[in-house]
T-cell receptor, first 112, second 115 residues
Framework: QKEVEQDPGPLSVPEGAIVSLNCTYS??????FMWYRQYSRKGPELLMY????GNKEDGRFTAQVDKSSKYISLFIRDSQPSDSATYLC????????????FGQGTTLQVKP | DADVTQTPRNRITKTGKRIMLECSQT?????MYWYRQDPGLGLRLIYY???????NKGEISDGYSVSRQAQAKFSLSLESAIPNQTALYFC??????????????FGPGTRLTVL
């Protein structure tokens, strides 16, 4: 079993829809949770970052962490065609080790 | 100019050849990483380096070696390439400073095909 599981999709939604992307994990030591966005033929870039449990909002994006369920989510409101990309969750334990464990990535397509 | 650059961007080679992928960064970061990305498997860590004198194996280091020539340069070598090393390779950097996010910044990737 992988430490981090993420449904690869693809996920196709109409423009304006609310998108929910999710990851589950098995290591209870994970404390830092990130979402990276990767456009086609590009490297991943950090989109959202959350420490421990709770919610974090940035514009149309909300990251949610439920450590009791070992479940994290990324919500995209009013989705736009420019949101079409692969979204990867990533996480690590405490301490400044730098090592991240990535999910497989979910490919999202937002249709105009 | 890009902060993290990778060369070459695309490479096709044959089984048994030695290949070197290079990464340079102008971000001033001390930490550098090499990942490979395969469909359905996500990003997997090959090697990482926290400074010039520090090299560590990642999840899938077999068949690969690295060299940290300077703080800004980190190269990945495939000593004898095999077809299952066909993948997209990414270099990343981060800063070990006080910021606990330790955000990693990725290069544009190198698409490697081994025939």
């Amino acid at each position: 079993q992988k430490e981090v599981e993420q449904d690869p999709g693809p996920l196709s939604v109409p423009e304006g829809a609310i998108v929910s992307l999710n990851c589950t994990y098995s290591n209870s030591a994970f404390q830092y949770f990130m979402w990276y966005r990767q456009y086609s033929r590009k490297g991943p870039e950090l989109l959202m970052y959350t420490y421990s449990s709770g919610n974090k909002e940035d514009g149309r994006f909300t990251a949610q962490v439920d450590k009791s369920s070992k479940y994290i989510s990324l919500f995209i409101r009013d989705s736009q065609p420019s949101d079409s990309a692969t979204y990867l969750c990533a996480m690590r334990g405490s301490g400044n080790t730098g090592k991240l464990i990535f999910g497989q990535g979910t490919t999202l397509q937002v249709k105009p | 100019d890009a902060d993290v650059t990778q060369t070459p961007r695309n490479r096709i080679t044959k089984t048994g050849k030695r290949i070197m992928l290079e990464c340079s960064q102008t971000k001033g970061h001390d930490r550098m990483y090499w990942y490979r990305q395969d469909p359905g498997l996500g990003l997997r860590l090959i090697y990482y380096s926290f400074d010039v004198k520090d090299i560590n194996k990642g999840e899938i280091s077999d068949g690969y070696s690295v060299s940290r020539q300077a703080q800004a340069k980190f190269s990945l070598s495939l000593e004898s390439a095999i077809p299952n090393q066909t993948a997209l390779y990414f270099c990343a950097t981060s800063w070990s400073g006080l910021d606990q996010t330790d955000t990693q910044y990725f290069g544009p990737g190198t698409r490697l095909t081994v025939l």
